[in-house]
């Protein structure tokens, strides 16, 4: 199939989908869940797995993600998080943890052939989407597993992997962390522009959630394709939080072409949450540093999980109501426009925290609801759903065949 053909297709299948809706009386959520494509671009399911092992081709009450629940909430294409800590940097073992859990979500699909499907090209998605699969696409959460290799990009790439966050919650090789005060590199470091250049050239989406504001920007100049933020909520909401994008790199990504998506975690749209986010990665940066000192001086390791749970403990999250969501969308529509929005939940990454109406993957009606109810037609919903995110994945795919 030629570059023009597939291009053609991809964008006739969003248009016939849109202007079906556009020609019909407004449908009801579910039906709207069923009709549209809906992709989630971020889903912490590996990591949940490697940590407890689950069958997610059956009901999983202890998950946010199942299949019967993403079946139930008309969910399409799930972007599975590939994430590796700071942790298991230091440690080295950021790279094996990486390839163990792309393992696992082969082993799903194996397992459950009928259910998913792995999708690695927008293309492919009326070809994989029969008999009611859920495709899944692996996303890489922090770029510490491409360790100071540039052919680690490639690599990880014919395993699947089309998006990378470039860094998490510590400053690593590629670029600073909006989490971490050291700014080591003041935006990305050396080979981290030549890490965004080779993701270019490959058509991997670059990903700037969890940047900082200077790496972002760096991003931004550097590359040659609309990039994405895969799993953010606006600074707008919560003052002072980096981690969430402001308006100013908002409408930069937009007029680049690209499209943020909107986490649901309490943490990211919840003002207080954000500033015990905030504080928590803070004191994450520290133990971080006195383990590696730790490492090197061959003493016992801060136990983190014991931390993270105390912390936690400590910190409770708030109720909060779906229309804090629906909030964040009407704030981001008027800023950058209905074709820079999409969804990128944060499901199963944010240990429960999320708001009422949004629990799980089976909710995404529920949240089309609200924007039904706030004046958005199917048209546009199905935009938001996933119409903007393949156009956008759409596009960068193309700027690789094109190099």
């Known amino acids: 199939m030629n570059k023009q053909l597939s291009i053609t297709i991809v964008i006739a299948l969003l248009l016939n989908t849109a202007s079906t809706l556009a020609n019909s009386t407004t449908l009801t959520a579910k039906q709207l869940a069923k009709k549209a494509i809906i992709v989630d671009t971020h889903i912490d399911a590996p990591s949940k797995l ?17 299949y019967p629940s993403a ?32 393992d696992s979500i082969e ?29 899944l696409a692996l996303g890489m959460e922090n770029g510490a597993p491409i360790e ?29 962390s909006s989490y971490d005060p050291r700014r080591q590199w ?66 930069a990504i937009a007029a680049k072409g690209g499209v943020i998506q909107i986490s649901f975690g309490i943490p990211f749209i919840n003002r207080k949450s954000a500033d015990d986010l905030q504080a928590f990665f803070k004191e994450k ?11 090197v001086s061959g003493t016992e390791l801060i136990d983190e999980q014991s931390f993270d749970k105390n912390w936690w403990d400590k910190h409770p999250m708030p109720v909060t109501p779906i229309d804090a969501v629906l909030n964040q969308f009407d704030y981001a529509i008027k800023l950058v426009g209905i074709d820079h929005v999409g969804i990128g939940s944060d499901f199963d990454g944010v240990q429960g925290a999320l708001p009422e109406g949004l629990k799980s993957v089976a909710d995404y009606p529920n949240l089309i609801v609200g924007l039904q109810t706030r004046g958005y037609s199917d048209e546009q919903i199905t935009k938001l759903l996933g119409g903007n995110f393949l156009r956008v994945w759409t596009e960068i795919e193309s700027g690789a065949e094109k190099s």
């Open 186 to 251: 003041n935006g990305l470091s050396p080979f981290g522009k030549k890490v965004v250049s080779e993701m270019n050239r490959l058509g991997m989406i670059v990903d700037v959630s969890h940047l900082s504001d200077k790496a972002v920007k760096d991003v931004l100049l550097l590359s040659k394709v609309p990039v994405i933020a895969s799993h953010s909520a606006f600074r707008h909401f919560t003052p002072g939080f980096e981690r969430n994008i402001s308006d100013e790199l908002a409408r």
């Open 71 to 102: 079946y139930s909430g008309g969910l399409n294409v799930a972007f599975m998080s590939i994430y590796t800590s700071a942790s298991d940097d230091q440690q080295g073992k950021a790279k094996q943890i990486a390839h163990t859990q792309i």
């Open 148 to 176: 100071d290799d540039i052919n680690q990009v490639g690599k990880f790439f014919k395993r699947g992997v089309r998006y990378i966050t470039l860094a998490h919650s510590a400053s690593n090789r590629i670029s600073d």
């Open 107 to 135: 082993a799903l699909i194996a397992r459950h052939p009928n259910k998913f499907g792995l999708l690695s090209s927008p293309k492919d998605i009326e070809r994989l989407k029969t008999e009611n699969r859920v495709l």
């Open 285 to 295: 940066a520290a133990i971080a540093k006195q383990n590696q000192a730790a490492i």
């Open 50 to 66: 490697l940590a407890e092992w689950g069958d997610l081709g059956s009901t999983s009450p202890s998950r946010e993600f199942d």
